[in-house]
């Protein structure tokens, strides 16, 4: 998997609290995206996690579950991405709730499909940013947790997290320079062909969450943005 993540260029989030119909659901999985997250911040249950899997289940896209509580947590995915929020203020956001689900799922848990996501969350407006007690980083503290990221705990993915706004390509380019080994997300904003691809140039994935609530027909545009 580690070398499929190396493939992905683009990946679809699908908010399980949030509606989405059968047709445009279909339009997001055929679209030619890498695979789909399901994830956000609030609300989400067992329940509407477990309609929006069967839904996707209809499609061959692969599907993702990024886990931001423990009691959305269902097997049925091919895989499961565990966010470590690197600037919480709060030790129990970047280790005490994966200590404790490790030690709850550790005989469930199959390694080849569980990737920790060095998370970087980078918008003050954000409502994971509130959640999660965070600060707001300079680009020096950036560059360094990307370096313990890369170098220190060996994560496979550094997730440059800046839901609901589009953020600074600068900053994603500087990063990019300092990773080696690990995966660069980017996430943010992107509501246009135009910034799917700008960001691409500097992040190794892009991922499109909220425009395809806001504007479907754009957020389709951004996955052969990013492929041609
Ligand atoms: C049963 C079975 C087979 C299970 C498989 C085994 C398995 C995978 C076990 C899990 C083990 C494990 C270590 C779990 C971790 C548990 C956990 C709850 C960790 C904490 C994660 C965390 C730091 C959450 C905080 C919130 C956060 C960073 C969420 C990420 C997603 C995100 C930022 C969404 C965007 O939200 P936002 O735009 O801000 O808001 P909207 O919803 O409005 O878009
Ligand atoms: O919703 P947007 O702003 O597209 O962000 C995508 C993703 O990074 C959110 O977790
Ligand atoms: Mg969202």
């Not at 996690?49 to 931001?68: A, G």
């Not at 690197?86 to 390694?111: C, G, P, R, T």
């Not at 892009?206 to 943005?225: F, R």
Request: net charge negative; with cysteine.
């Amino acid at each position: 998997m580690t070398t499929l993540l190396k493939q992905w260029k683009h990946i679809f989030k699908l908010d399980p609290a949030k509606e989405i119909t059968d047709e445009d659901l279909e339009k997001i999985c055929e679209s030619g995206t890498d695979a789909i997250i399901v994830g956000g911040t609030d609300n989400i249950t067992l329940d509407n996690v477990l309609d929006l899997l069967s839904r996707i289940r209809r499609y061959t896209v692969p599907c993702i579950l990024e886990i931001s509580s423990m009691d959305a947590i269902t097997p049925g995915f091919d895989y499961y991405y565990i966010p470590m929020v690197l600037n919480s203020k709060e030790k129990k956001w970047m280790m005490d709730m994966q200590h404790q689900a490790i030690k709850d799922y550790v005989d469930m848990m199959e390694f080849s499909e569980i990737f920790f996501e060095g998370y970087c969350i980078l918008n003050e407006d954000a409502k994971a940013f509130t959640y999660t007690n965070s600060y707001l980083p300079d680009e020096e503290d950036v560059i360094a947790y990307a370096y313990m990221v890369d170098k220190v705990f060996h994560l496979p993915i550094f997730y440059m997290e800046y839901s609901g706004k589009y953020g600074d390509p600068a900053l994603v380019a500087k990063v990019k320079t300092q990773l080696q080994h690990a995966t660069l997300f980017y996430g943010g904003g992107i509501e246009t062909a135009a910034q799917a691809k700008e960001m691409k140039q500097y992040a190794d994935v892009i991922v499109v969450g909220n425009s395809i609530y806001t504007n479907m027909k754009q957020a389709l545009q951004t996955v052969s943005a990013v492929k041609e």
